[in-house]
C-alpha cells in the first residue's frame, strides 16, 4: 500500500475515534477557535491604539499574523506526534514502531493526528480573509504564489523544530520545555512582522531558525517595503531547514537505546 493512501486511512482511523466522543471534540475545538480570537483581539487593541507598527497597517499585521499562525496550526495539526515523542521513547512504543515493515518516522508521524486544531484554522482562516481583502496589497500571480509559498514554508520550518525537538528525546528521553520558545513562542511573536522586534532578532531569525525566511522578507515585498522579488522565494531557502532535522532524527534513530520499559 503507497505510503499517502496509508496516511488517509491513519487520518480516517483518528477521526473516528475522535468522533467517538463528539461533545469532548466541539468544546476542544470551539476552545481553541477562543484562544485564538483573544490573540487576534491583543493585536487589535494594540493597533487600535498606535495605528501603525514600524509602518504596517492594521490590515496588514493581521495578514501577516494568519500566515504565520495558520502555518503553525497546519504543522501542529499533522506533526504533533513529535512534539510528544517523549512519551512514546519513555513507554517503549518506539521498539514496537521500530519492528514494523514502514519508515519509523512515517509511523510517528500516523500515531497522532489533532484535528481538534481544526478550531484554530478556522479562526485563522478568517483572519487571512480579512487581511486579504482589506489590505492595500496590489495582488498579481506572483504575489499570489508568494503568498502560498509563505505558509508552506512556515508549515516546513515548525515541522522542522518539531522533529529537531523529538530527535532530542533520543539522548535526553525527556522533552525539553524551553524547544517551546521556537514554537510557542514564534506562535507569539509571529503576531508582527519579526523586523518590529530589531535587527538581532532579524539576524537570529535568519541564519539560526529561518523564521524570517518564511515570514518578514517575503512580506516586506509583498506589502511594497522592499522592491526585491527575489524575497518572494525565500521561504523556499527555509524549507532547507528540514534537511539537518532529517540527519539529526537519522543519527538520534542510530544511537537509540531502549528506555527499558
Request: hydrophobic residues 50%; contains cysteine.
Amino acid at each position: 500500500m503507497k505510503s499517502i493512501d496509508l496516511y488517509k486511512k491513519y487520518c480516517i482511523i483518528h477521526l473516528k475515534c475522535i468522533m467517538q466522543h463528539k461533545v469532548s471534540f466541539l468544546l476542544n475545538t470551539m476552545g481553541l477557535f477562543l484562544m485564538s480570537f483573544n490573540l487576534f483581539l491583543g493585536v487589535y487593541f494594540m493597533m487600535d491604539r498606535f495605528q501603525q507598527v514600524k509602518g504596517f497597517s492594521y490590515e496588514e499585521v493581521l495578514l501577516c499574523f494568519s500566515i504565520t499562525l495558520m502555518a503553525f496550526t497546519i504543522a501542529e495539526l499533522f506533526f504533533r506526534s513529535l512534539d510528544t515523542f517523549d512519551s512514546i521513547i519513555r513507554s517503549g512504543e518506539f521498539d514496537r514502531i521500530l519492528l514494523r515493515p514502514r519508515n519509523c518516522l512515517f509511523t510517528v508521524l500516523c500515531s497522532k493526528i489533532e484535528f481538534t486544531r481544526i478550531g484554530r484554522l478556522l479562526q485563522t482562516l478568517l483572519m487571512f480573509a480579512y487581511g486579504i481583502s482589506f489590505s492595500d496589497i496590489d495582488w498579481n500571480p506572483f504575489r499570489i504564489m508568494v503568498i502560498a509559498l509563505m505558509i508552506l514554508g512556515g508549515v516546513v520550518v515548525f515541522a522542522s523544530i518539531y522533529l529537531i525537538f523529538a530527535s532530542i528525546c533520543f539522548f535526553t528521553l525527556e522533552g525539553l520545555e524551553f524547544m517551546n520558545v521556537f514554537t510557542d513562542g514564534a506562535r507569539e511573536y509571529g503576531k508582527y512582522p519579526i523586523g518590529v522586534y530589531g535587527k538581532t532578532v532579524v539576524t537570529i531569525c535568519t541564519y539560526i531558525v529561518p523564521f524570517s525566511l518564511f515570514q518578514y522578507y517575503p512580506f516586506l515585498y509583498l506589502t511594497g517595503k522592499a522592491e526585491h522579488a527575489w524575497y518572494g522565494l525565500l521561504p523556499i531557502a527555509g524549507c532547507l531547514f528540514l534537511i539537518p532535522a532529517i540527519l539529526l532524527w537519522r543519527f538520534g534513530v542510530s544511537r537509540y537505546q531502549s528506555s527499558g520499559s
